[in-house]
């Protein structure tokens, strides 16, 4: 099956520091990959759909300079949670979709702590 | 605005029996529907995918769609402790994000 690789898994850090986080699709080309939030006990909150090689679309209220997305290639996304605060600890997830009408499928999440 | 609604339980149902999970959607244009399954601090995993009407199934899991009513459900055969979680109802069209529901919790009771 469709395999979604998310790293790191924990992230502990200060406030202040940038966290990237990377999603690949390990057995299948994603053609938009998807990054969520999902704070304790609340649904799923997509944050960006992004598309390889053109900017991400950020949801509604998303911080575009905060939470920055680069999908460079079909197998790769990465998110980047510039000068994080605590406020930004929260389970990180990507997905990945290999083409129309196919399912999404998830990475294992980042759970991210700022102190 | 693209909804998905669930009743977000807790649904509880003895060990052995059916657990039926419903789901409505407000998008008339939504060609393409999913189950995931979500244990508490894990990340969802894809259970059904459903594409047309009618029933469809997997092992112990029948998805079931009703695209002029409107409405997916998932029926869990011979419900074990394990199958306690919150499950996803999504749908989409194309390539588009997955509009997810708030999710049903499943608890089933040994």
């Known amino acids: 099956g469709a395999v979604v690789s998310q790293h790191p898994s924990w992230v502990i850090c200060k406030s202040g520091t940038s966290v990237k986080i990377e999603c690949r699709s390990l057995d299948f080309q994603a053609t938009t990959m998807f990054w969520y939030r999902q704070f304790p006990k609340q649904s799923l909150m997509l944050m960006a759909t992004s598309n390889e090689g053109s900017k991400a679309t950020y949801e509604q209220g998303v911080e575009k300079d905060k939470f920055l997305i680069n999908h460079a290639s079909l197998t790769l996304s990465t998110l980047t949670v510039t000068s994080a605060h605590p406020e930004d600890s929260s389970f990180y997830i990507c997905?990945?979709?290999?083409?129309?009408?196919?399912?999404?499928?998830f990475g294992d999440g980042t759970r991210l702590s700022i102190l | 605005q693209k909804e998905v609604e669930q009743n977000s339980g807790p649904l509880s149902v003895p060990e052995g029996a059916i657990a039926s999970l419903n789901c409505t959607y407000s998008?008339?244009?939504?060609?393409?529907f999913f189950w995931y399954r979500q244990y508490s601090g894990k990340s969802p995993e894809l259970i059904m995918s459903i594409y047309s009407n009618g029933d469809k199934e997997d092992g112990r899991f029948t998805a079931q769609l009703n695209k002029a009513s409107q409405y997916v459900s998932l029926l869990i055969r011979d419900s074990q402790p394990s199958d306690s979680a919150t499950y996803l109802c999504a749908g989409n069209s194309g390539n588009t994000p997955l509009v997810f529901g708030k999710g049903t919790r499943l608890s089933v009771i040994a």
């Open positions: 998008d008339r244009g939504s060609q393409s």
């Open positions: 997905s990945a979709i290999g083409g129309v009408a196919q399912p999404q499928h």
